[in-house]
């Protein structure tokens, strides 16, 4: 015989089962919650321990060594100094302060201003092209080419008789020696950098341009608006979440630059063009100084946390504004 159970059946036994208590339900809740956890960090374990490996102990390593004097090689030979590599980096006439940090800021600054503003002309050209595409692959190859190899053509065409100097001659103008006078040597890198880096701002800015709607652009023109006033009551507005990715990366960029001075000035004409990341490589396997190319690298990366905060602080105060 069958034994069917009815739904009044199954209601009497559900009466008749005892409720399970609140402190055995919450300890098998905490019990499902760790093994949760467990699971989770057993996932993320090897990324935790790559950046162990490759972060937090050559940081933590830098900040000993910065603390320290040492020549390197013989872990026996560190010996503590406490903040002297740091007072003498930062002492009155120290050339870590006037001319290197102060190079390394003027760096970033002009590179910042030539890429932000002529970037922001090429994606707007760019954007009312035909084959769009292409456009934005020919600007992007000098981001995809070596440092060496952009650093060692354009010292060239910067010599008394290379390309640069040829265009000035053909306009009546006389030849400057670029790279040889300390006068224009940053200035000339600068140009270097900044055309380098171009190519990656054209990508997020013509993006960025992608994004706004043409109704407004349609609105603006039913309205007799002209070009300027477009660009500087929607494009800009609209554009500046992709104009702030664009300053902060190039700034910072900027700010750690070392692979194309250093392969066309070494850091001359005297240290017109040295900047920290080059002084802190010239300490380190120069002159064997770790203790004071650590304590450089911490200095550098003070200024670059206070610069990047600075960035982000005045950009969204100007996006409240408006």
């Known amino acids: 015989m069958v034994n069917v159970l009815t739904p009044e059946t199954t209601e009497r036994a559900a009466r008749g089962r005892p409720a399970p208590e609140p402190a055995v ?9 760790r093994r949760q956890t467990v699971v989770a960090y057993l996932f993320l374990a090897p990324t935790l321990l790559f950046f162990a490996v490759f972060l937090i102990l050559p940081l933590g390593f830098a900040l000993l060594l910065s603390l320290s004097r040492w020549a390197g090689f013989d872990l026996a030979g560190i010996k503590p100094v406490g903040l002297d590599n740091f007072t003498a980096l930062l002492a009155d006439g120290s050339t ?10 003027l760096f970033a600054l002009g590179t910042v201003v030539l890429a932000l503003t002529g970037s922001v002309a090429v994606a707007g050209c760019i954007d009312r092209l035909r084959f ?36 000035l001659n053909a306009v009546g103008l006389g030849s400057v020696a670029f790279l040889q006078d300390p006068d224009t040597a940053l200035s000339a890198v600068v ?7 171009v190519g990656s701002a054209i990508l997020v800015l013509t993006a960025g341009l992608k994004s706004i709607p043409e109704s407004y652009y349609e609105a603006a023109a ?41 392969v066309m000035t070494k850091g001359g004409p005297g ?24 304590a450089a690298a911490f200095i550098l990366f003070v200024v670059v946390l206070a610069v990047t905060l600075a960035q982000l602080w005045v950009f969204r105060r100007k996006g409240e504004d408006a």
Not at 142 to 165: D, F, H, Q, R, S
């Open 25 to 33: 339900a919450s300890r098998g809740r905490d019990r499902a919650r």
């Open 96 to 105: 870590f302060l006037t001319p290197i940090l102060t190079n390394t800021l």
């Open 132 to 167: 769009q595409g292409l456009w934005r692959t020919l600007y992007f190859l000098p981001i995809v080419t070596t440092v060496v190899a952009v650093g060692n053509v354009w010292k060239y065409m910067y010599e008394p008789g290379g390309l640069v100097n040829g265009v």
């Open 191 to 197: 140009v270097v950098q900044a055309w380098a880096s």
């Open 222 to 262: 039913l309205d007799g608006a002209g070009p300027f006033t477009v660009f500087r009551k929607i494009t800009l507005p609209l554009l500046r979440p992709s104009l702030v990715f664009v300053c902060v990366t190039q700034f910072l960029t900027g700010l750690q630059s070392f692979g194309l001075i250093i």
């Open 271 to 294: 240290d017109a063009t040295n900047v920290a990341a080059l002084e802190m490589y010239r300490q380190a396997f120069g002159y064997g100084d770790w203790g004071t190319a650590s």
